[in-house]
């Protein structure tokens, strides 16, 4: 038979590895644009600050830079935050994405609204 503290250390123990292996690794901006393929088509979260933002009607794209490096968001129907404004964004990954005669590269599709 366990302790007490034998068996309150099993729990807490089976309980921290039930919640680390709940958790999903945020990537990073570098790790998308480093391997944009391995991200394509899949619902992934960013944050960083905003800059670079475009739009109207509730359309455009921003950048977001989250330290490591910066990527294109095309919001539709979201709109666009201020330059300068900690984000947190979910969309899709998707590579030669055109905006306004322009070739974005890699881009996040946001797919929810911003945070």
């Given at each position: 038979?366990?302790?007490?503290?034998?068996?309150?250390?099993?729990?807490?123990?089976?309980?921290?590895?039930?919640?680390?292996?709940?958790?999903?690794?945020?990537?990073?901006?570098?790790?998308?644009?480093?391997?944009?393929?391995?991200?394509?088509?899949?619902?992934?979260?960013?944050?960083?600050?905003?800059?670079?933002?475009?739009?109207?009607?509730?359309?455009?794209?921003?950048?977001v830079d989250d330290g490591s490096g910066h990527i294109?968001?095309?919001?539709?129907?979201?709109?666009?935050?201020?330059?300068?404004?900690?984000?947190?964004?979910?969309?899709?990954?998707?590579?030669?994405?055109?905006?306004?005669?322009?070739?974005?590269?890699?881009?996040?599709?946001?797919?929810?609204?911003?945070?």
């Open positions: 038979m366990l302790t007490p503290s034998a068996r309150f250390l099993l729990t807490a123990t089976v309980l921290l590895a039930l919640c680390l292996a709940g958790c999903t690794a945020r990537p990073s901006i570098a790790d998308i644009n480093r391997d944009p393929g391995r991200f394509a088509g899949k619902e992934i979260t960013i944050r960083g600050q905003s800059s670079n933002a475009y739009g109207g009607m509730g359309k455009g794209v921003f950048q294109w968001v095309f919001s539709d129907n979201f709109g666009v935050p201020g330059d300068g404004a900690e984000v947190s964004v979910t969309g899709r990954v998707e590579q030669g994405v055109n905006f306004g005669g322009r070739n974005l590269g890699v881009i996040l599709r946001e797919t929810q609204a911003r945070n």
